[in-house]
């Protein structure tokens, strides 16, 4: 896989919990900031589908049997 660069700003004292977290665990930086990302980009798409479930339900009444969709479009 290949791997690109960011640049980011933080506070100071969170670099100095991050890098101490690390350290004492034997963590990777790059590691742990990586499955960080992935987790909170995971978890933002779980809220969003919540969100998305939530204003189709209203819809649901109004929907149509896919067999009878599929007969109305003569497929």
């Given at each position: ?6 640049s980011?700003?933080?506070d ?37 589908d919540?969100?998305d479930?939530?204003?189709?339900k ?15 479009r003569?497929?």
């Amino acid at each position: 896989m290949e791997k690109d660069t960011i640049s980011i700003k933080i506070d100071g004292s969170l670099i100095k919990r991050f890098r101490t977290f690390c350290k004492e665990r034997g963590v990777k930086y790059g590691f742990f900031v990586e499955e960080a990302i992935k987790e909170k980009l995971r978890e933002e798409e779980v809220k969003e589908d919540i969100l998305d479930l939530k204003s189709l339900k209203a819809e649901e009444k109004s929907a149509v049997p896919f067999e009878d969709y599929l007969k109305r479009r003569h497929v």
